[in-house]
């Protein structure tokens, strides 16, 4: 539940963010860019600390921790690239 809960709000960052650069985007052409760029850097933090988390307090082992790790980073991150690359 947690990892759900984690992707559900990484992607709605990702729409805060993407809105953001959408409207800045009239006055700073390269804005777009420099939201996904980021939102990729804060969402790589972010799943960061939710592996140390698990390893460091929840007692599990950083080779549990990884393909958590993948899922929660790689699923918003390759989502923003997606959008940025495609329709905005």
Known sequence: MRTALFLVSGLLILAAFMLL???????????????????????????????????????YSAAEELPIFLLIFGLPAAAAIVLKWKFV
């Not at 390269?30 to 799943?47: M, P």
């Open 21 to 59: 650069g959408r409207l800045f985007s009239t006055n700073y052409p390269s804005a777009t860019l420099l939201a996904t760029v980021a939102y990729v850097a804060l969402w790589f933090v972010v799943a960061a600390f939710n592996v140390w988390v698990g390893v460091a307090k929840a007692g």
